[in-house]
């Protein structure tokens, strides 16, 4: 089998390790008054409850690091589409997004009562409910454009399931964009951000495969127990042909990462 990327270079891109820091280390934040703020938006919201706990500690997270000067501004972005993520994916109503997040904005505030994190930008002519997952995977894709360029030249463009499918989405999401921006730039902001990120790099394009899935010896095993369980099962059946067709020899002679 050649070497590929794998789950350990998955969870090392920028995103991920940013977004699992709001996860796991805000999970033990606590902060009343952000709490309080946060409820407030459940009644009008519907769906909103489901999140408003997490959302509160990532807001109460960032807010103790910024007391403490180790909150990094330029991680405000991060922190905004995270928390326009869960706002956005757990809404009944996807249009109140944009009203929902323009309040949350404000509920993160240092103890001088002044906003920790400008979001301006982010108006409803650059995000709104039909773009905003192309935006969110584009955004992405810009911090991880990097880590991905290394990884696909480290590995010779090996890769598992799940980093090609990864890649598959930020492509999909990089042509939508592209092809907004070319027809209809005047009408949408994030497009000077998106041209400004491509300026003074060397294009880089994800082909299509970007990567060759390489299936490891865990799943092989994997396919081979649930087909060999497969077998047994239909072998009690009354109607089973008993043809004895070895299904696992058929997969491996086919699998190029097997041999």
């Known amino acids: 089998m ?15 390790k940013m977004y699992n820091i709001f996860i796991k280390e ?7 008054s952000i709490e309080q703020k946060v409820k407030t938006l459940e009644k009008s919201n519907p769906g909103f409850h489901k999140v408003s706990d997490r959302i509160h500690k990532a807001l109460c997270y960032v807010y103790k690091q910024n007391e403490e000067n180790k909150f990094v501004i330029a991680n405000c972005d991060y922190l ?11 809404l009944v109503n996807r ?26 930008k982010y108006n409803n002519n650059y995000i709104n409910e039909n773009n905003f997952m192309d935006i969110k ?16 030249y480290r590995y010779s463009s090996y890769c598992n399931r799940e980093y090609k499918d990864l890649l598959d ?5 990089h042509n939508t964009i592209c092809n907004t921006c070319e027809t209809k730039s005047k009408q949408h902001s994030y497009c000077k951000d998106f041209n400004e990120f491509l300026t003074g790099k060397k294009k880089f394009e994800l082909t299509t495969p970007a990567c060759t899935v390489q299936i490891s010896a865990h799943e ?24 004895d067709i070895n299904k696992s020899d058929y997969i491996t002679s086919n699998n190029p990462s097997a041999t």
């Open 26 to 32: 805000a999970n033990t934040s606590n902060c009343p």
């Open 2 to 16: 050649k070497r590929h990327i794998a789950d350990n270079e998955l969870n090392e891109l920028p995103t991920k």
């Open 169 to 173: 989405k930020y492509k999909s999401a």
């Open 95 to 120: 249009k109140s997004s944009y009203t929902v997040m323009n309040s949350i904005k404000h509920f993160l505030q240092n103890s001088k009562g002044q906003d920790i994190c400008k979001y301006d």
């Open 80 to 90: 905004y589409f995270w928390l326009a993520d869960l706002v956005y994916s757990n």
């Open 137 to 152: 995977t584009l955004f992405d894709y810009t911090k991880d454009y990097d880590r991905i360029k290394n990884d696909l």
């Open 220 to 243: 092989l095993e994997q396919m081979h127990n649930e087909q060999k369980k497969s077998r047994e099962h239909n072998k009690n059946q009354a109607d089973y042909p008993h043809g």
